[in-house]
């Protein structure tokens, strides 16, 4: 008690310096006052007392100081007091249910966007790192959900109403920032009303309501359409246990897709959100998505995280169509476009230093997932016609960045994906593929190109037919690697790991298949220092082991006597 009267003493010290706009001394007090009280939450919630009344009305005061650094000094008290309240009375409680609800009201005055600026207000802090303004606004709303979130868990039934009645307050008064501020504050509590479904009936009528005045709201500052697709974005879970409501939230959403920056920021991850949670509600929607997809302004527009998010939503829909016509249409004209923007981007960094070869790295990566993706939902070879026009623009790709090994390893990233997702469908490309990648190999000497290979061999090992190509497709490949090594082992560990995993996938479907020269430089290359490199070699020796080849026997005799150690000195590394 005595050190209770001592900290609301310094009360008054703390109002001089708010007088004074002294903030460093506002957040040093209010950071004192709030330690003590989280410290000693039970006590206040229990025995209360005039004291602990007062010490709670100060840290409320501190909640309104206009930094929001001192404002936010208190969040850590509101949080454990609400988690202290729980436990006691119903009387007591409804007197916290008061103080909660206040703190309601000053939480939603606290996260007004005071800046013009158009920004992204999904954005993460280091996106705008050189405007102070907005990252200080952003890092002030990315912790006040927590206090949010101790409201609502207060104030169930009342929270969502007290929403809407704030929105119905002030539809005359037409305040954007006002309004922006309470859809936060909805959006803010999406995971703890969705933590145990169903909704509460209350909760979600007040919901339902939010949600149809902010779909009916005439257009508005760009702030707070964001804030309001977020909103739809996080209460996905929600809108799945509620279809009628879909429809015109999902219509929505691709409207602002559609819509030129800043209009479409957070619709993206909305997009992708509400596929994922409410995938029957919106497949039947896919020839509208795929309209919007394939005009030639949306894509570019996007970020490439946005972008990303586009491609993982319209690819849920896909693989949830029932008719696979329909998703061979889909799959294809998803791809199309994704084609289009990577001949376009190549076109581009060959053309001008200047273009961010970064752009062409993200649109293979994107065609790298849209068939990595399908082809593991077991629909990949629905893609053979898009494949069958990637590769003049892969070869070209590669053909004009030889040199550039992140390049080129995301291009054979694509061919990989492409491979294994098509599959027997892609035979007749298969030798072209094949010689293609041998020639790049032989020009420029990285690892990407065999681990194409081993995805063809992968794929194709099983044919009988082929095992004399693959055969001499493997000392194609060590005529080629082994002059590259006598340079030096510790220097191409990652042309030493990707020619064992493809030597391990020949040995699969050719068992009776050896070379000296490979069994030679397994050896050697025990001593490596590359653990991925190390385990590719024992993978082979392993095979060759329990082979009842008797080369690979003989092998094993005539190096005995170095592998034994080597072997022992790899696992002890291992």
């Known amino acids: 008690r005595v050190l209770t009267q001592a900290l609301l003493s310094l009360r008054d010290l703390y109002t001089a310096a708010l007088s004074r706009n002294d903030a460093d001394i506002c957040s040093g007090l209010a950071g004192l006052v709030a330690s003590f009280a989280a410290e000693n939450s039970e006590l206040i919630a229990i025995t209360g007392g005039a004291e602990g009344q007062a010490l709670v009305a100060f840290l409320l005061d501190c909640m309104r100081n206009p930094n929001r650094d001192v404002a936010a000094e208190s969040f850590d008290f ?68 927590e206090v949010f979130q101790s409201c609502y868990r207060l104030l169930p039934e009342d929270y969502m109403r007290i929403l809407y009645e704030a929105l119905a307050a002030n539809q005359q008064a037409a305040n954007w920032r006002i309004d922006e501020a309470i859809l936060f504050a909805v959006t803010a509590v999406a995971p703890s009303v969705q933590r145990r479904p169903p909704v509460p009936v209350v909760v979600g009528q007040s919901l339902s309501q939010i949600f149809a005045y902010f779909l009916q709201t005439p257009p508005r500052h760009a702030t707070y359409h964001q804030t309001g697709v977020a909103m739809l974005g996080a209460y996905s879970k929600w809108l799945n246990a509620n279809p009628e409501i879909v429809a015109p939230v999902f219509k929505y959403t691709l409207v602002c897709l559609s819509a030129p920056a800043p209009r ?64 061979t249409i889909a799959a294809n004209a998803l791809a199309g476009p994704l084609i289009n923007c990577l001949a376009a981007s190549a076109v581009a960094v060959k053309a001008s230093s200047s273009t961010p070869v970064e752009t062409l790295i993200h649109d293979a990566k994107l065609l790298t997932t849209v068939f990595g993706r399908i082809g593991a939902g077991g629909y990949g070879e629905v893609m053979i016609a898009t494949a069958k026009n990637c590769w003049a623009t892969l070869e070209s790709i590669l053909a004009d960045n030889a040199a550039n090994e992140d390049i080129v390893k995301t291009v054979c990233d694509v061919y ?67 002059p590259i090594l006598q340079q030096g082992l510790d220097a191409h560990t990652d042309i030493i790991g990707a ?14 298949f050896t070379n000296e020269n490979a069994f030679a430089l397994a050896v050697a290359s025990m001593s490596l220092p590359g653990r991925d490199a190390v385990k590719s070699v024992l993978t082979y020796l392993g095979r060759l082991a329990i082979s009842t080849n008797q080369n690979a026997q003989m092998l094993f005799f005539k190096y005995g006597g170095q592998l034994l150690p080597a072997i022992f000195n790899a696992c002890i590394k291992l």
């Open 78 to 145: 509101w949080v454990q007091l609400e988690k202290t309240v729980h436990t006691v009375p119903q009387g007591q409680k409804d007197a916290f249910k008061l103080l909660y609800r206040t703190l309601l009201g000053t939480l939603i005055e606290r996260v007004v966007c005071d800046i013009d600026e158009v920004f992204d207000a999904g954005a993460k802090e280091d996106e705008y790192e050189d405007n102070e303004e907005i990252i200080a606004f952003l890092e002030y709303r990315s912790i006040a959900p």
């Open 264 to 327: 479409h920021y957070c619709a993206a991850r909305t997009f992708c959100q509400i596929c994922t949670e409410c995938t029957p509600a919106v497949r039947g929607h896919i020839e509208e998505v795929l309209q919007i997809w394939s005009s030639s302004g949306t894509f570019r527009d996007l970020s490439h995280y946005d972008r990303e998010k586009v491609v993982e939503g319209i690819i849920v829909i896909i693989l949830s169509l029932p008719d696979v016509s329909i998703l």
């Open 416 to 482: 990989i994906a492409v491979i294994l997702a098509v599959k027997f469908e892609m035979a007749e490309q298969l030798s072209s593929v094949v010689t293609i990648i041998m020639r790049f190999y032989a020009q420029s000497h990285f690892a990407s190109y065999l681990s194409v290979l081993a995805a063809a061999v992968q794929t194709f090992g099983t044919k009988q037919e082929l095992a004399g190509a693959f055969e001499s497709l493997a000392n194609s490949v060590s005529e080629v690697t082994f």
């Open 499 to 512: 020619f064992f995993e493809l030597t391990n996938q020949l040995l699969t479907f050719l068992p009776n």
